[in-house]
């Protein structure tokens, strides 16, 4: 019988390969046993016969509608184009392009998918005809093979339905993304409209509504002074290629530090002597933005023009549409004289940390425009006035290599003035001052407006936090030295202020975000209860937190070569692997031994080694340490234990450290020169000098005895 099976049609090997499909789900392998009695099995062919060759919604021929005007080209589209940039309209029509073939390629897996039910459905019927055949014959060896062969291909029946499914839903899909593509076209068709000069009135410039009106500006008016002076003295002067290169003046300083409120003071002064002032600006909340496949000189461009439109677009999208050629603004002020263009946030436009070829471009019209031809001047601000972006301005390398004027911000030490902004500012402490970088406009701000730092710094478009951004942060935060423009920090610079070329400082404000940012989210809360605790004036609280953090970013920085020599640690034979951060329990904190010995009963794992670990209790009153730290080479070594004690005035310790701890007292009104202690035994009293190198570039404004306009006694 066996013989007489393998001669039939159903048997072939060609047949049987056919049928075979990967993971093929037999009926042993849902853990049954296979019932190979013929006759037992012929009760079961009929109804699974009648399963799968009954009418399945699921697979009948998916029917897909295609709007007949989705494969050609509108005569109305084809003419509206002609007014629109090339670019813009390839694009357009590539991204229909796209969506139709994405709509076409799915429609052909419907139908692909669709035939591959059909061919599984004529192998079930064919394993069936063979089982039967196998049945009749009695041949319960070639039934439970074929019994089998039914199961799978019933098997390739169901992943071909789910095969079907899935196009299905591509070509629904599909079909979304080209009405999406034709409503894109659609918007895009919007006319462009060209402006020419007729269009034009310089005396219609405007700026945008002043937003910060405290009872009184602080230090606003000797910076909008320093403008003016600027351009009264520039304005006048002529470039020659060899004696004279006029400047531009710039104002820097991070986001919310009052440059916009200078810039629209200044185009209030320059109107009122009848001064030609165009201000333009960047920022998000203009009108202007660069648009894509526009040229930074297009966007430029487009936005002196539309400051210069006798009708000006009431929305944003309306100002997208204004084309205005190079040559059209420069008839337009061949004859104008003072005139000082504002450009508010040119780093959003020339961005400090990126490269383009467009920059050159844009820095050779302003220059042309702007700052060589006489009765013409350039003030602009920006978060950093160094970068690619702002060297093509300023024409290095290009033949007209010049430098910029800075103009000091606003800033006060007097906490009186800037309590004196608005009723809610009136709890200002001078540690609050501070630790808002002592700037008028973010104080103002935040106590007035709410602005919300945690929103604008997540609006920062950055990627994932590595080590290499952390280390150069840390860099950057101690010394106060500017990196590389290409390095990944870069994207940060709105949180920080340059008080000169070269340098950096970050707002204390704006470090707990990016300590959170980094992982450093014990850290971050530490940063944040600074302005919490400066409320209870003359507790010291608020000095202890400023110290915790110095002490805890130097720790961490240790992870990256540099030791700082105030933390007192031996010499390193390897880099610190691991830096943790602890709260210690109250009832913990009594001494410095205390501390240690809870320290001790924890459970250090192998790979932490070396580590340094930092102790803080929690602003518990202590007999002796305010924070410690904890260095340990291997898992045999002696624990190094360092302490100090924050004093927020100039008083000294009341007890002795205990022996083998060396203490530092960190005090906020430390003598310039500093003698051992006489009274006390295992400390260190640190001078001014050696706080403040502790504390860096960034955390020294937060020294006490810096909070005031002059030093407390």
Known sequence: MAEEMKKRSCGTEAEESSLKRPKASGRESKGGSSDKSPQKASSRIASDSKAQTAPDQETRPFEVKVDAETNKKPEAEASSDQARPASSQDTDQQLRELAVKGLAGAQAEVESARKEVESARAAVHFAENCWRQ???????EQASKWEQKVQE???????????????????REAKQEVEKAKQEVQEAKQEVQEVASKDFDIAACTRPPIIVKPRTFVELGPCKQACLEAVRRNLPLQTESTTVRVSPTVLSRCMRGGKTTVLMHVFDELKNESKNPIFISFNGDSQIMQLKNESSLGTMRRAIAVALLKEKPAKRDEAARILCRQNVLEEYLKDKKDVVLIVDELNVLLKPDKS???????????????????????????HIP??????????????????????????????????????KCEALTPCEAAYYGQMPSLIYSVKTHGFNILERFQAIGCEEPTAALTKCFLSEFFTGERGENSAPIRVFDSLTESPASGQIRWIPAYVAKMCSRLGLSEIAGWVEEIPKLSERVESGLDWEAIVLVALSLRCVQAKYGFVHKLLHLPSMTEKVKGVSLHKV??????????MVAWWKGRTISSEAFP??????????????CDAMWIYQQHS??????????????NKVPASDMPDGILGLLVRGNAPANSKPPTLRKGWEYKTADEIRDFLGASLSALYPADWFSTPRS
């Open 134 to 140: 196998a049945i009749s014959s009695n041949d319960g």
């Open 153 to 171: 291909a019933k098997q390739k029946v169901q992943e071909a339905k789910q095969e079907v499914q899935e196009a299905e839903q591509k070509v």
């Open 356 to 382: 383009d070829d467009g920059y050159a471009e844009v820095g050779a019209f302003l220059r042309e425009q702007f700052l060589d031809p006489s009765g013409r001047y350039l003030i602009f601000s920006t």
């Open 386 to 423: 160094t970068g690619i972006g702002l060297s093509h301005l300023l024409g290095k390398g290009s033949g007209s290599t010049r430098t910029a004027e800075t103009i000091k911000m606003p800033s006060s030490h007097d906490t009186k003035s800037l309590r004196n902004m608005d009723e």
């Open 585 to 594: 329990p109250k009832e913990n904190c009594d001494t410095p031994n205390d």
């Open 611 to 624: 580590y340094i670990a930092v102790l803080s209790p929690s602003y518990a009153r202590t007999a002796v």
């Open 636 to 649: 045999t070594s002696e624990l190094v234990v360092r302490g100090l004690q924050s004093k927020l005035g």
